[in-house]
């Protein structure tokens, strides 16, 4: 009987655990919602304003001074790697690691790395690294534009005051509930397009000037990108989380199945034996 009270612990423990990781697929599927529906919003502005300012840039034919857009030896390299704040969402945080050690080792191995990382998870693995110089981890608290401009404009300064030569993005893209693409964009600097690749039919008037609509729009689509990025990363998150309970649910049902069969057997197996003794007994007083 010891052994059926041990399965009957065994289902309880597992048919909690399902209830949890339930509820948690139904609320990670309740945000995803709404995240999902930002980042689909806003990719269509970021896009186009980003192309905007490559073709406008690229028009110029090298008379654009702009300090986002000078390309310098690449000897000083930061990496902004975006994670998440809390786990049970896969291997999305995971593969941001993964692919953020493998510039390090690998990509960048014979430059000076830095690293600022966005989100707990990111932070407290690659700080073991010692490369980590800052860490946003509250920024997914309250994911707004200002909150988002104000760690943009502190990386367009380190850059522009040449304490970093390339400036590189490390995130997961959505793109369903399902899957997240692990995406290394650069962020800095910013190279426009060729003269050839920006030809256009239509001939536009600009006011003020070129120059000066660019100057205007570049910090903007900076901030933008990273707050693309952010948002893309914390839809992410959330499909990941989803999809990861689900799996656990599913595996938590079958678990629990194949306990209730085992505790099923066992307990006839039990009954089965009571009466072949009880039987055993009876034909012991007969004789």
């Known amino acids: 009987m010891a052994n ?3 399965i009957r612990n065994r289902i309880a423990s597992v048919s909690s655990t399902m209830q949890i990781t339930s509820a948690m697929k139904m609320v990670s599927a309740a945000k995803l919602k709404k995240a999902q529906d930002a980042i689909t ?7 186009t304003l980003t192309k905007l300012i490559q073709n406008l840039s690229g028009s110029l034919d090298g008379d654009l001074s702009n300090p ?3 390309i310098r030896k690449e000897n000083n390299i930061l990496i902004v790697s975006i994670s998440s704040n809390r786990g049970l969402c896969g291997a999305f945080n995971s593969n941001i690691i993964k692919k953020t050690s493998h510039l390090i080792k690998e990509t960048y191995s014979s430059q000076k790395v830095s690293l600022v990382t966005i989100g707990k998870k990111g932070s407290e693995i690659l700080s073991k690294t010692g490369k980590v110089k800052s860490s946003y981890d509250s920024i997914f608290d309250e994911l707004t534009y200002n909150n988002v401009g104000s760690i943009a404009q502190e990386l367009m300064n380190k850059y522009e005051e040449k304490e970093y030569d390339k400036v590189i993005l490390v995130y997961n893209r959505f793109k369903n509930a399902a899957t997240q693409i692990v995406e290394v964009e650069s962020y800095l600097p910013i190279v426009s397009k060729g003269k050839e690749e920006t030809k256009t039919n239509t001939d536009y008037i600009f006011e003020p000037n070129k120059s000066e609509i660019i100057n205007e729009l570049l910090p903007k689509s900076l901030k933008m990108q990273l ?3 952010l948002r893309d990363s914390f839809a992410s998150e959330h499909g990941a989380r989803m999809t990861a309970m689900h799996k656990a649910t599913d595996n938590a049902t079958e678990l629990r199945d194949q306990l209730k069969l085992t505790y099923n057997k066992a307990r006839q197996a039990a009954i089965t034996n009571e009466i072949l003794e009880i039987v055993g007994g009876a034909e012991a007083l007969n004789t």
């Open 4 to 6: 059926l009270k041990e």
């Open 41 to 47: 919003a806003m990719r269509p502005y970021s896009s």
């Open 68 to 70: 986002y857009t000078m």
């Open 227 to 229: 707050f693309k990025a």
